[in-house]
């Protein structure tokens, strides 16, 4: 199936898209190697995934049902405090987990990196709860704006330096449900007559 009759299938959200990046089976290919990996790796150890809402849950989801170990599954959900916060990556928790992690092994699940800011304080606030291992799944990892470093023990794609949509990730809110990742056309990012919101770092 060509690009256009993939968005052709997504009628408004796709006439949206500039172009297909990722395809919706090389992802499915992509998860399920993951999900190989993961089961392999922590066979017996019975991991808690933790993931934060709500861009995740296309991945966590789909990851769930190919990794083939006993495991447990848990949230966080977070909110952003005023940009000069987010430029150093401090975010507020509004849902906690609710899986104690003490002495468990913890993977922390994430759709996208990008600066990595985010990410970086999430990681040291669990580990603050003394988890026996703490590692990190990423299916689209964006190293072009990485401020700090954060060792990967699993990684999909790296995405170029371009505002990109689908399979989770979204603009206003939008194209979340697209099942491939897509390049949204620039008269999109510049409004389109909608309001305008600067597409978050993480």
């Not at 990851?63 to 507020?92: C, H, K, W």
């Not at 299916?139 to 700090?148: E, G, S």
């Amino acid at each position: 199936m060509t690009s256009d009759e993939i968005l052709a299938k997504y009628g408004e959200l796709g006439k949206d898209i500039r172009e297909v990046l990722i395809t919706e089976e090389q992802i499915r290919q992509k998860v399920v190697e993951l999900g190989e990996q993961i089961s392999r790796d922590y066979a017996g150890k019975n991991p808690v995934l933790v993931g934060v809402l709500k861009g995740v849950l296309f991945l966590m989801a789909d990851l769930l049902r190919v990794i083939t170990i006993p495991n447990e599954v848990d949230f966080l959900a977070v909110a952003s405090y005023s940009a000069e916060a987010r430029q150093r990556g401090m975010v507020r928790l509004i849902k906690d987990l609710e899986i104690p992690i003490d002495g468990r092994h913890v993977l922390f699940v994430e759709d996208v990196i990008d600066t990595g800011l985010t990410l970086g304080y999430l990681l040291r606030n669990l580990r603050d709860r003394n988890p026996a291992s703490l590692e990190v799944c990423v299916l689209f990892n964006k190293p072009a704006h990485r401020l700090i470093d954060i060792p990967l023990k699993y990684k999909g794609f790296d995405l170029p330096d371009r505002f990109v949509v689908g399979y989770g990730l979204d603009y206003n809110e939008r194209y979340r449900n697209l099942p491939f990742i897509g390049l949204l056309k620039p008269d999109v990012l510049k409004g389109k007559g909608k309001s305008e919101k600067t597409p978050p770092l993480f």
